[in-house]
T-cell receptor, first 115, second 114 residues
Framework: KAGVTQTPRYLIKTRGQQVTLSCSPI?????VSWYQQTPGQGLQFLFE???????NKGNFPGRFSGRQFSNSRSEMNVSTLELGDSALYLC??????????????FGAGSRLTVL | AQSVSQHNHHVILSEAASLELGCNYS??????LFWYVQYPGQHLQLLLK????DPLVKGIKGFEAEFIKSKFSFNLRKPSVQWSDTAEYFC????????????WGAGTKLIIKP
């Protein structure tokens, strides 16, 4: 079956702009999580959605937001971009992220460069 | 705050050497433990996991990890590495105290010299 699909794969923006990233989870997976990956920082958790509701949120400013649609597809938005937002943004899906036994399946990521 | 520590950020080994990557977490109680791997140009993928039972778990490509509860550790091992093991390795933990969100280590970049 198809994996987790993220679009776009690469994008370049300038400071002050906003960006929207998209994630299509594996069919049947209802939980979608977003992470920011930067060199030396590892993976930082942004938020997790399940059935169109945000269940968990990491320690990121309000400029970072997301949503999930009825078909489980998810988008994240970053407004007023800063240079420090340059990173690989990863989406991961699982059947139900609210139990410890769930394994995440990751997409290839969207690499954002802010100039 | 709860955290996951990976002791080595960069490891360089020759082929056939033995590998052990350290992972420690800071909170007791029941935990679920994971190692994920990111090969160059590829997606993050699950290497192995521990939920309960035998504390020695085996994963893909000959990797194994041992959960030592008293040491809050979940070290990754491989007796003989190959050039194709060059990758970044991430340890992650979840539990009720993290609302089952994964808490990630910073990652270890492993380079295998042919």
């Amino acid at each position: 079956k198809a994996g987790v699909t993220q679009t776009p794969r690469y994008l370049i923006k300038t400071r002050g702009q906003q960006v929207t990233l998209s994630c299509s989870p594996i069919s049947g997976h209802r939980s979608v999580s977003w992470y920011q990956q930067t060199p030396g920082q590892g993976l930082q958790f942004l938020f997790e959605y399940f059935s169109e509701t945000q269940r968990n949120k990491g320690n990121f400013p309000g400029r970072f937001s997301g949503r999930q649609f009825s078909n489980s597809r998810s988008e994240m938005n970053v407004s007023t971009l800063e240079l420090g937002d340059s990173a690989l943004y990863l989406c991961a899906s699982s059947l139900d992220g609210q139990t410890g036994a769930n394994v995440l399946t990751f997409g290839a990521g969207s690499r954002l460069t802010v100039l | 705050a709860q955290s996951v520590s990976q002791h080595n950020h960069h490891v360089i080994l020759s082929e056939a050497a033995s590998l052990e990557l350290g992972c420690n977490y800071s909170y007791g109680g029941t935990v679920n433990l994971f190692w994920y791997v990111q090969y160059p140009g590829q997606h993050l993928q699950l290497l192995l996991k521990y939920f309960s039972g035998d504390p020695l778990v085996k994963g893909i490509k000959g990797f194994e990890a041992e959960f030592i509860k008293s040491k809050f550790s979940f070290n990754l091992r491989k007796p003989s590495v190959q050039w194709s093991d060059t990758a970044e390795y991430f340890c992650a933990v979840n539990a009720g105290w993290s609302n089952y969100q994964l808490i990630w280590g910073a990652g270890t970049k492993l380079i295998i010299k042919p």
